[in-house]
């Protein structure tokens, strides 16, 4: 039962819930993430959540703090609305997919997949890059981006991400996309995805509510001031702090995998 794998995080201070969420909202804002790259070790390490109950949390927190962070980046004009529409078409599939993996799959492969993504997504952050708008989307480029939310999905569904993770640097590195607008896009992508798989998991009893309501309303503004940043931050030194903290985070997440 969910009320028993929360016990133990219902006796922590609420302000390590507040926390939690101030943090994944500046990060949804500033790079156009979700806020789960934060949220799930978080809830994980502090709050002492069994692993697939906070990926189910965190993914229900996403949604408060992506739709604040994308009123930003909107009111900015830093959405691209079609590839928002062919990336979501496969997010909400492998949104499906990935929740199911979350039954099959034992923890600690859940923990260490996770990790091991947010090196790769270190990695390439610390890569510069000159992208500078994209170009007419074909339909090969179209199928690469129903291709490319589908895998996004299935991350979310599996590992209670919102996928920014994967999209932002995927949109840059293949479609020349600007950065900011690269951002603003995920984070549209990211509501829907978060949808489908709260809905998912909340039939499958992985999700806490009270904890991702707290989480997610203490992102909202958070993420507002982080969608406005973003918009005048220089793209490197961007990138460089978002790879630096997913280093530490993926670091962290291995070592309480291999302590325990």
Do not use: C
């Not at 992985?206 to 309303?217: E, K, M, Q, S, Y």
């Amino acid at each position: 039962m969910i009320d028993e794998r929360v016990e133990a995080a219902v006796e922590r201070p609420i302000w390590m819930v507040l926390l939690v969420g101030v943090g994944a909202g500046l990060l949804s804002g500033l790079f156009g993430v979700g806020g789960g790259i934060l949220v799930v070790p978080a809830l994980v390490v502090m709050l002492r959540l069994d692993q697939r109950l906070a990926n189910g949390t965190s993914l229900g927190a996403v949604l408060p703090i992506a739709i604040s962070g994308l009123a930003t980046y909107w009111a900015q004009d830093n959405v691209d609305w079609s590839m928002a529409l062919w990336l979501a078409i496969g997010a909400l599939g492998g949104a499906v997919y990935g929740t199911k993996l979350l039954h099959v799959l034992p923890r600690r492969v859940i923990g260490y997949a996770f990790a091991a993504m947010l090196i790769v997504t270190a990695i390439r952050l610390y890569i510069p890059t000159d992208a500078d708008g994209r170009g007419a989307i074909t339909w090969l480029g179209a199928a690469v981006l129903v291709m490319l939310g589908l895998i996004t999905g299935v991350l979310a569904g599996l590992l209670g991400i919102g996928g920014g993770v994967v999209m932002v640097p995927m949109m840059i590195v293949f479609f020349s996309e600007l950065p900011v607008i690269a951002k603003g896009t995920s984070a549209a992508v990211i509501i829907p995805t978060s949808i489908m798989g709260t809905w998912r998991n909340h039939r499958n009893s992985n999700i806490d509510f009270r904890i991702a309501t707290i989480v997610g309303l203490a992102g909202v503004p958070s993420a507002i001031v982080g969608g406005i940043v973003a918009d005048e931050m220089s793209k490197d030194l961007s990138n460089a702090l978002f790879a630096t903290l997913v280093l530490v985070v993926a670091a962290r997440m291995v070592l309480e995998l291999r302590r325990k």
